[in-house]
């Protein structure tokens, strides 16, 4: 007889200690308490603290847990944890299993072994990790048992921040602070708090466990270091939204299924344009729950590959030649009326509320468009940005033709008619109507209107989406407290021309940011130059905007990170910058020196001794067999040269040099690939990891 099929609603979140299960555990008073804590932000009343302890433990013992964890974001960007368990002795040589409310709230893992930029000394390790209720804590199972995760912020004895979390909860705060600001304003009156969402989409590599584990260099750096391009890869564009291959369904069948019981909303899954691309994506969800969820995702996805003899790859650009992963930041704004900001409204009051929201952002993002840039910096991500793959490293924005028209309109005065509808309604403050959806999508623009959001497609697969959408609510919490400080001065009569008048003085200076065309092309490069919009190329050109007096003022008027805390950041990815290109570069001397070079010469020697042999017996001479060998051998000598040059980089610490010095001796060595016979090759080529699976 056939097992029922366990449907999805019957499992789904059932890892969750989410509101529905807390009904069940607590006493209504400390649910509703728990409750409100959830939804309005805040402390968690002490007084409720043990009893949501001892429910979260029997919880989570019913689930089989035997240990509970902070689980916390660290600047490493990656999550930490160290487990303890419920075990207690009794005293009479048997044991109990308890959990205090004090070890919910407050947990202690040393500081000064993760990276602080200066903030935590070795000598000075104390650091607390505190429960962040808004994010729900959630059971990771085990092999054999399961253990109970509970979310976290991270910080220092004196209070610093040491995490990404703490930043972005204080980011979103700043954030709703003005939301609230301009729904006063226009009248807007709500129940709940505003809050920020996100749906954040995760592309990545599957490759089969075997190549993987013959590649050092994708073992220890996440991308291969060398490889040749194989005939056919991404030309013919057959790989993006095929058929699935059954190898690959079956890992996201129960990708999908291991999210789903974490209440992650994981909706899409598809191929992506190269071959062995992928792309996973969620519904929107609030914003630190979403960054939890997709930080989490991460991790599945690579113990999830690992059952099906897969490696799930995340970094930037594994592969060379053809595209590299992102992570689309799709982010949006919901004010205390519930409804989404973002989102052209039914009326012109609605529509106005509307126009102010993207005249912020325009305004936000092309005055701080270096913070933002800076915000998606990295060694890996620096291969990936500015390629015919991704957005380039100039910011701009993408409105699409119908709010492109309207913005125009606006900067001559009122906003009446749209290309897309003849005229519109138009109301008491001038504004129309607007349809909703009325933009096209633009793949090439690194910050697009999508309808109802606006997408980041800067940001790189393997990164915590904490840090740029810490920097974005920040610059947009900064450019609505000026439009508040603004309209806060004029009467009620007023309001509506004053409106008016800031929207078209925020387009006429900040119109420079908007861009509808090709952001591959050189000729926007040239015409962003014209325009003074900064093209920071490289991480080591972008991150230091990051100790701006400008950026580091930006950040303390809105508490979120002060001086020391901001500087921190700064070094603490500059040195993460040039640590990977360090290690990048002494992996690359290494192979070539222990890995390719012995089986290149032994090569030689096989070609020589057969044109030797050859020659010998027949009167034709090898002149095909010679000049292959004079090509292997200038190339292999081509390749110990660059080699040496790339050792006096590495030794010299110059991470520029070493990212030059890879590069060229890469071409040498993958010109060889193409010229010694696959069988002696020391590692899996490009063809057969990017097809065979």
Not at 59 to 81: D, M, N, R, V
Not at 150 to 174: C, N, Q, V, W
Not at 272 to 298: K, R, T
Not at 439 to 462: L, M, Q, V
Request: aromatic letters at 8%; proline letters at 5%.
């Amino acid at each position: 007889m056939k097992s029922e099929v366990q449907q999805v609603p019957d499992y789904y979140g059932e890892n969750v200690f989410s509101l529905k299960v807390m009904r069940n555990y607590l006493s209504e008073k400390a649910f509703k308490s728990l409750e409100k804590t959830i939804k309005e932000g805040g402390k968690l009343d002490p007084k409720i603290a043990d009893e949501v302890a001892d429910a979260m433990k029997t919880w989570a013992i019913s689930k089989g847990a035997t240990h509970f964890t902070h689980w916390f974001q660290p600047l490493t960007g990656l999550t930490a944890e160290k487990h303890d368990s419920f075990i207690s002795p009794d005293g009479e040589g048997g044991a109990i299993m308890k959990f205090s409310g004090k070890a919910l709230i407050q947990g202690e893992p040393d500081a000064s072994s993760f990276p602080s930029g200066g903030l935590r000394p070795t000598f000075e390790a104390r650091g607390y990790t505190g429960w962040d209720p808004t994010s729900p804590a959630f059971i990771k199972e085990g092999p054999n048992c399961a253990t109970l995760c509970i979310p976290t912020y991270f910080i220092g004895y004196h209070g610093e921040a040491l995490d990404k979390k703490t930043p972005l909860l204080r980011s979103m705060e700043a954030l709703n602070k003005q939301i609230d600001r301009l729904a006063k304003l226009f009248g807007i009156k709500g129940e709940q708090r505003s809050y920020t969402t996100l749906g954040a989409e995760q592309e990545y590599f599957l490759i089969d466990r075997g190549f993987y584990e013959e590649r050092i260099d994708l073992m220890q750096t996440g991308r291969t270091l060398f490889g040749r391009a194989p005939a056919k890869h991404q030309q013919m564009a057959d790989h993006y939204f095929g058929a699935i291959k059954s190898r690959v369904m079956a890992f996201m069948e129960d990708l999908d299924r291991e999210m789903w019981k974490l209440g992650a909303p994981v909706t899409t899954r598809h191929n992506e344009v190269a071959p062995g691309q992928y792309e996973i994506a969620p519904v929107f969800e609030s914003l630190n729950l979403a960054i939890d969820h997709n930080m989490l995702c991460m991790e599945v996805m690579q113990k999830v590959a690992e059952k099906h003899n897969l490696a799930c790859l995340l970094h930037e650009k594994p592969f060379a030649g053809v595209n590299g992963s992102g992570k689309h930041n799709n982010w949006s704004v919901v004010g205390p009326d519930g409804k989404n900001w973002l989102s052209p409204g039914d009326n012109p009051h609605e529509n106005a509320k509307f126009l102010v929201m993207l005249c912020a952002v325009i305004k936000a993002v092309d005055t701080w468009a270096p913070a933002l840039r800076a915000g998606v910096a990295s060694a890996n991500n620096d291969h990936r940005l500015g390629s015919h793959e991704a957005p380039p490293a100039i910011i701009s924005i993408f409105l699409g033709e119908q709010l492109q028209d309207i913005i125009d309109q606006l900067e001559k005065g009122d906003a009446k008619s749209s290309k897309q509808g003849g005229t519109l309604k138009v109301g008491v403050d001038s504004l129309p109507e607007l349809p909703r959806d009325a933009t096209d999508r633009n793949r090439t623009s690194p910050f697009a209107f999508t309808g109802a959001k606006f997408e980041f497609r800067a940001a790189g697969s393997n990164q915590s989406l904490s840090g740029p959408n810490t920097i974005l609510n920040i610059i947009v919490a900064d450019s609505l407290a000026e439009i508040c400080d603004e309209l806060e001065k004029v009467s009620k009569k007023d309001f509506n021309d004053a409106v008016q008048k800031l929207l078209q003085k925020i387009v006429k200076k900040h119109k420079r940011i908007l861009f509808n065309g090709d952001n591959y092309t050189e000729e926007w490069v040239k015409e962003a130059e014209k325009r003074g919009l900064p093209n920071l190329k490289t991480t080591p050109e972008a991150l230091p905007f990051m100790k701006s007096k400008e950026v580091i003022d930006l950040f303390a008027r809105h508490s979120v990170l002060n001086k020391t805390e901001l500087l921190s950041r700064y070094e603490v990815y500059s040195e993460t910058y040039n640590t990977i290109l360090d290690y990048e570069g002494r992996l690359a001397s290494d192979m070539v020196k222990t890995m390719y070079v012995p089986v290149i010469v032994a090569y030689q020697e096989e070609l020589a001794e057969s044109i030797k042999s050859v020659e010998a017996v027949s009167k034709v001479k090898a002149a095909g067999q010679r000049k292959l060998l004079e090509s292997v051998t200038g190339l292999v000598e081509e390749a110990l040269a660059l080699t040496e040059k790339l050792d006096q980089a590495v030794a010299k610490a110059d991470s520029a040099k070493i990212k030059a010095a890879m590069k060229a001796v890469r071409k040498p060595i993958d010109e060889l690939e193409g010229l010694v016979p696959k069988d002696l090759w020391p590692v899996p080529s490009y063809a057969e990891m990017l097809f065979m699976y």
